[in-house]
């Protein structure tokens, strides 16, 4: 199977961490990835993991990927106004990505 | 270095007319893949094209159909516009066939009237 799956809010005080949180289904996914999209804009690509790993650190970026219950979670440490956007949860299946429905965060003063 | 270039950022139809969306990729980039976003059924997977030839397509009817030039440019056609086809468009490109990192552009936004 090829679902992805997120929860499709969270709001979030400036300041604090975000943690976006995404189950896929396909275990032959090799690489896990997450998108920003800002309003009227295509798909930023912020991080990606390849599957054999736990975990990427990236700036105010932290991957953590649990193989064996499929999870992968996005935390953005001190979420700012600029973060408010929809996040994608992606596995690439082969040749294509299969997205999740997408994160909208709101970041709240 | 160029992002991915997409043009028009956006284009009125009718039903039933056809419809042609153009992607440049990454100057080096080889694969242009396209994927369909819409509120209802979110981001599905159109078709895959490296070094002119389509290596995959996803399960969208034949009136969807697209081509890569020697440039890696691609282009993707639309024919008898639908409303459903209001979407929009994006095209993702990587360094090779099925590359680890797919960069998108800002999409072309079809509204079919």
């Known amino acids: 199977g090829e679902d992805v799956e997120q929860s499709l809010f969270l709001s979030v005080r400036e300041g604090d961490s975000s943690v976006i949180n995404c189950t896929y289904t396909?275990?032959?996914?090799?690489?896990l990835y997450w998108y920003k999209q800002e309003p009227g804009a295509g798909l930023q690509l912020l991080t990606y993991?390849?599957?054999?790993?736990d975990m990427k650190q990236d700036q105010r970026l932290t991957v953590l990927l649990n193989k064996k219950d499929k999870h992968l979670s996005l935390r953005i440490a001190d979420t700012q106004t600029g973060d408010s956007a929809i996040y994608f949860c992606a596995e690439r299946n082969d040749y294509k990505l299969s997205f999740g429905a997408g994160t909208t965060v709101t970041v709240r003063a | 270095k160029a992002g991915v270039t997409q043009t028009p950022r956006y284009l009125i139809k009718t039903r039933g007319q056809q419809v042609t969306l153009s992607c440049s990729p990454i100057s080096g980039h080889r694969s242009v893949s396209w994927y369909q976003q819409t509120p209802g059924q979110g981001l599905q997977f159109l078709f895959e094209?490296?070094?002119?030839?389509?290596?995959n397509k996803g399960n969208f009817p034949g009136r969807f159909s697209g081509r890569q030039f020697s440039n890696s440019r691609s282009e993707m056609n639309v024919s008898t516009l639908e409303l459903g086809d209001s979407a929009l468009y994006l095209c993702?490109?990587?360094?090779?066939?099925?590359?680890?990192?797919?960069?998108f552009g800002q999409g072309t936004r079809l509204t079919v009237v």
């Open positions: 094209y490296f070094s002119e030839t389509q290596r």
């Open positions: 993991i390849f599957s054999n790993m």
């Open positions: 993702a490109s990587s360094p090779g066939e099925g590359g680890t990192e797919a960069f």
């Open positions: 396909d275990s032959s996914s090799t690489y």
